[in-house]
């Protein structure tokens, strides 16, 4: 009975934000994620036990249908970690490009001090750190079966990356890219286009 997960079926979509609150907090805690993973594949022995016992020839049915909602969840659960890792990078990107001073070529030691920037490069760090704590996690998950479709969360983040990097990239065009109105002024109009477009590259 307390292995048993299946009574958490109706519930367990509420613990979504809370996992990903867990999650952009402590990116350690990804490693676990995989213990619930392998939790939730003990929603659908119980049901599937009683299907078969009656010999109805749905069984095979409501298995991939349960283990659909199930991968569902999964990548539910998992689409915070694009999120976090882009969010990372983009903290990143802005500390290297704005806070810290290119170093010259010859440096005298009375600057040394000014060039440090102790606390950027400690954030930076940080930073860098965090990113690979979540690859590590991705890293130890192993294929896991839920029901009867089987799971890489490999996969499963690769496709949160690419899904992560277009939302990115939307975002960015729609914000960026703003063609003028005024056809009259064709100089003007090529003009602001390569503006827009310089601004997004």
């Known amino acids: 009975i307390c292995a048993d997960f299946s009574y958490a079926w109706e ?23 995989r213990a619930l993973f392998l939790k939730l594949a003990s929603i659908l022995d119980i049901p599937i ?59 005298e030691v009375d600057l040394t001090k000014d060039y440090a920037q102790g606390n950027e490069r400690y954030e930076l760090a940080k930073l860098t750190h965090q990113v690979s704590i979540f690859t590590e996690g991705i890293l130890a998950m192993e294929k896991t079966l839920l029901g009867v479709i089987q799971v890489d969360p490999r996969a499963i983040l690769e496709d949160g990356l690419r899904s992560e990097l277009v939302r990115q990239m939307a975002t960015a065009m729609d914000s960026v890219l703003r063609w003028p109105t005024d056809v009259t002024n ?16």
């Open 11 to 33: 519930v367990m979509l509420d613990y979504v934000p809370v996992l990903h609150d867990r999650v952009k907090a402590d990116p350690s805690t990804v490693v676990l994620l």
């Open 49 to 107: 036990i009683r299907i078969m016992q009656c010999e109805s020839p749905d069984a095979l049915s409501v298995a991939e249908y349960y283990s659909n909602e199930l991968v569902a969840f999964v990548r539910k659960v998992m689409e915070i970690i694009p999120i976090s890792v882009f969010k990372i990078l983009t903290n990143i990107v802005v500390i290297m490009e704005r806070h810290l001073k290119p170093l010259p070529v010859r440096l």
């Open 186 to 201: 064709p100089a003007a109009s090529q003009a602001a286009v390569v503006k827009s477009l310089t601004a997004l590259g």
